[in-house]
């Protein structure tokens, strides 16, 4: 059974930075996307960044230059590394695993970003 487990969510002031991590078990992921989405209160879900198994990345423009998506293949887990945070950045971040034709999800963490 796969499943995803995200940490590192929590009250930020802007400007801020916050670091998630999502950890994947439950099958040898050698093909993948991985990714991050957001969702805020009243609003659909976004896609945040994404990761390829080979390495290559892809950002939502609202975030490009200050997330950053990296990964630990030895730990079958994503990061995401949230720098100059803004208010309009807090909301409910999952991670995300395209896999074997599959999608899983994670159970999601709250960000918020407040004075």
């Known amino acids: 059974q796969v499943q995803l487990v ?3 969510g929590g009250l930020v002031q802007p400007g801020g930075s916050l670091r998630l991590s999502c950890a994947a ?3 040898i992921f050698s093909i993948y996307i991985m990714g991050w989405y957001r969702q805020a209160p009243g609003k659909q879900r976004e896609q945040v960044a994404t990761i390829i198994s080979g ?5 939502a423009d609202s975030v490009k230059g200050r997330f950053t998506i990296s990964r630990d293949s030895t730990k079958n887990t994503v990061y995401l590394q949230m720098n100059s ?3 309009e950045d807090t909301g409910v971040y999952y991670c995300c695993l395209e896999w074997r034709r599959n999608v899983y999800w994670g159970q999601g963490t709250q960000v918020t970003v407040s004075s």
Do not use: F, I, V, W
């Not at 390495?55 to 950002?59: E, F, K, R, V």
């Open 55 to 59: 390495g290559s990345t892809n950002y």
């Open 25 to 27: 078990s439950g099958g």
């Open 6 to 8: 995200e940490s590192g």
């Open 85 to 87: 945070l803004k208010p």
